[in-house]
């Protein structure tokens, strides 16, 4: 990792088209991801992950790791808009995948079909947000990593999906330290 590369995290990413955030009751949207075009009616969360070093997507992934072993009957998916590589350094730097799929979409056009963009200036360095990050360092040992590639603009978010394809629960963060409740995520596609 080199200055340069921190230093590019903080750089607006190319914009893309962004489709309107699946709302509750509706279709998942159809995506140009393969992985996620054809879930084979199997129940499926999604979470759309900030940059690969940020500390809120660290906590993110463990607990999404965590909830898929206790729920091995539900498909769990982590997209990635880091690099390839730095996102199989910084999966493997948190203790590795377990039972999770990931995806990798570094031109975001997954992302951008599930209505998540770019982000505010207020979203990202918001006072509580900072403070959060100090208190998840203290609490939980969980600190900022380096950055190899990824933008810290990018918004994240997180989806269950149903094994019709339905949208049952989830959106787009509004703040880059919301860490989602993945076991309310369960509960609303169990059957």
């Known amino acids: 990792m080199t200055l340069r590369q921190e230093l590019s995290s903080w750089l607006s990413p190319t ?61 769990f998916i982590a997209i990635s808009h880091s690099s390839q590589s730095s996102t199989n350094k910084w999966v493997e730097a948190v203790g590795g995948t377990g039972p999770i799929q990931i995806i990798v979409d570094p031109m975001r056009k997954t992302y951008a079909q599930w209505g998540l963009g770019i982000s505010s200036l207020w979203h990202v360095l918001n006072p509580w947000g900072l403070w959060n990050v100090y208190k998840l360092g203290k609490e939980e040992n969980i600190w900022n990593r380096p950055t190899e590639s990824g933008s810290r603009w990018q918004t994240s978010g997180s989806f269950a999906i149903d094994r019709k394809g339905i949208v049952r629960w989830g959106g787009v963060a509004l703040r880059a330290n919301w860490v989602p409740d993945f076991e309310e995520a369960v509960r609303a596609i169990k059957e």
Do not use: M, W, Y
């Open 15 to 75: 914009p893309v088209p962004i489709q309107p955030a699946p709302v509750i009751g509706s279709k998942a949207p159809s995506t140009p991801n393969s992985a996620l075009s054809d879930l084979n009616g199997q129940p499926t969360i999604l979470t759309f992950l900030r940059h690969c070093g940020c500390p809120f997507a660290e906590r993110t992934f463990l607990r999404f790791r965590s909830t898929a072993s206790a729920h091995p009957k539900i498909k």
